[in-house]
């Protein structure tokens, strides 16, 4: 419902802009997908049941997307979650997309940094829990 809010307008304004960055966590990460500002779609978690715990996210790069070839940047540190629907899915060919432009950033790992299944608790694709893209006039919404 809140991506139908009136505010999401300047929200969809703002991620068109050159410069325009957001940042959407848990509820805020959904309404940029359901407006068009990120790819893909959440659905309900594998289990098909309400999750309420500490995870261990793992940020892989605290940069813009470059082609320079250099390495990520892994950190991880422990966050609580409670979604019902945090279940990131696109089509392979979005998926594609993520992974060639560098557009995953945050997933749930093990305190390691390993990404492992057992870790990642609403069965998400590659157990992304966050996306970054520098939107253009491009996107959707």
Do not use: Y
């Not at 960055?21 to 594998?46: S, T, Y």
């Amino acid at each position: 419902m809140a991506a139908h809010s009136s505010v999401m307008t300047a929200v969809r304004r703002h991620g068109r802009r050159t410069v325009g960055r957001l940042l959407g966590i848990c509820n805020g990460f959904q309404m940029l997908l359901e407006i068009g500002l990120l790819p893909g779609a959440m659905l309900m978690n594998r289990t098909l049941r309400f999750i309420c715990r500490d995870v261990h996210l793992r940020v892989e790069r605290n940069d813009p997307p470059s082609s320079s070839g250099t390495s990520p940047v892994v950190r991880c540190f422990r966050l609580p979650i409670a979604p019902q629907g945090g279940n990131w899915f696109a089509h392979p060919d979005v998926m594609r997309e993520v992974e060639a432009k560098g557009m995953a950033r945050f997933a749930t790992a093990r305190l390691t940094g390993e990404l492992d299944d057992g870790a990642n608790p609403n069965g998400a694709l590659d157990a992304i829990a966050g996306l970054v893209q520098l939107c253009r006039a491009t996107c959707s919404g």
